[in-house]
C-alpha cells in the first residue's frame, strides 16, 4: 500500500502561485501513475492534474492547462504541483492519489485511484 504525504497548501492571493508537493512511500514509485484532485465542501472530488510513470505524459482539465503544472521526480519519489494565476474558485482542499500504472481506467477519474493523501488546503483570497 502506497502511502502519501502532501504539503505546501496555504493562503494566496488570487493572481499569484503556490507550489504542492507529495511525498510517497511503500511502493516503488516509478510504478505508479499519480494524479492531483481537489474538493471544495459540497462538491464532487474534481481531476486537476496527472503525470504518467515516467513523468514523460501530462493530463489537465481545461479548468487549470496553462495555470498548473505537475511534474514528478522518481528518484526522490515526490510529484509536484505548480500553481499559477490561481483564482478565487481554485479554492479546494488538493488531494494527492496514485494507482498502478497499468490501470488503464479514466485517468480522471477519482474511483480509478486506490491510493490517497490526508490533502491539503489551497486558499486563494479575492
Known amino acids: 500500500q502506497v502511502q502519501l504525504v502532501e504539503s505546501g497548501g496555504g493562503l494566496v492571493q488570487a493572481g499569484g502561485s503556490l507550489s504542492l508537493s507529495c511525498a510517497a512511500s511503500g511502493q516503488t514509485f516509478s510504478d505508479l501513475t499519480m494524479a492531483w484532485f481537489r474538493q471544495s465542501p459540497g462538491q464532487e472530488r474534481e481531476f486537476v492534474a496527472a503525470?504518467?510513470?515516467?513523468?514523460?505524459?501530462?493530463f489537465y482539465p481545461n479548468s487549470v492547462k496553462g495555470r498548473f503544472t505537475i511534474s514528478r521526480d522518481n528518484a526522490e519519489n515526490t510529484v509536484h504541483l505548480q500553481m499559477t494565476s490561481l483564482k478565487p474558485e481554485d479554492t479546494a482542499v488538493y488531494y494527492c492519489a496514485a494507482r498502478a500504472a497499468h490501470n488503464s481506467g479514466d485517468i480522471a477519474g477519482p474511483f480509478r485511484y486506490a491510493c490517497w493523501g490526508q490533502g491539503t488546503q489551497v486558499t486563494v483570497a479575492s
Open positions: 503525470i504518467s510513470y515516467s513523468g514523460s505524459t501530462t
